[in-house]
């Protein structure tokens, strides 16, 4: 794996502290989008250098986020000055549906020295864990497909993938699970757990 994946995960298990999702009005929800998404903004420009945010793609599409270790570096499209390239969806449906299609795509397709992916999933008791695990899978299958499809400017770059695991959900109480996919591996390694409580 390559040290700048090797520090991020490192980071993630030492001080990644995802904050309360939001209640909503009726105080029984847990929302994760906003507050996860402000939450990466805040935490990642203390690590890296420099942060640029919807960084611009050809065919008006945009990364979400450029990340170089460096300060003040000019990060572009002309070479490859981008240490690491970020998307992140916390809707679980869209992760399902679009996102290895799409966004997932984009990090193949940037000149950048590693990719990563943040993504939520969710275990429900009506679908239990089939649809995380088949997201996941949809996942490994497109990042075989995209490594080869995208050989010029992916290389053999490391790309890995952070699954936030919705594991329980009540309106008292929630709790996530966090695994590292690395490369389209079979098997993720465990990372932490984030739990949070009705106060």
């Not at 507050?35 to 203390?46: G, H, I, T």
């Not at 986020?65 to 992140?88: F, H, I, K, P, V």
Request: glycine share 4%.
């Amino acid at each position: 794996m390559h040290r700048i994946l090797s520090q991020f995960r490192s980071q993630l298990l030492q001080d990644f502290e995802l904050p309360t999702p939001y209640r909503g009005k009726s105080q029984t929800n847990w929302l994760v989008s906003a507050v996860w998404s402000d939450f990466l903004r805040a935490w990642l420009p203390e690590r890296y250098g420099s942060c640029r945010w919807e960084f611009p793609l050809p065919r008006q599409r945009r990364l979400d986020a450029a990340l170089c270790r460096q300060a003040g570096a000019e990060l572009s499209q002309s070479d490859a000055s981008m240490d690491l390239a970020l998307e992140w969806e916390w809707d679980q449906n869209k992760v399902y549906e679009s996102f290895p299609t799409t966004d997932f795509r984009k990090l193949f397709q940037v000149r950048a020295t590693c990719g990563l992916a943040i993504v939520q999933t969710r275990v429900d008791r009506s679908r239990g864990t089939d649809q995380a695990n088949a997201t996941m899978e949809r996942l490994r299958t497109h990042f075989t497909k995209y490594r080869t499809q995208y050989q010029e400017t992916a290389g053999t770059r490391d790309i890995a993938v952070v699954e936030i695991r919705r594991m329980e959900h009540t309106p008292q109480h929630v709790c996530f699970e966090g695994f590292w996919w690395l490369n389209g591996t079979a098997k993720p390694t465990a990372l932490r757990t984030w739990e949070f409580s009705a106060s």
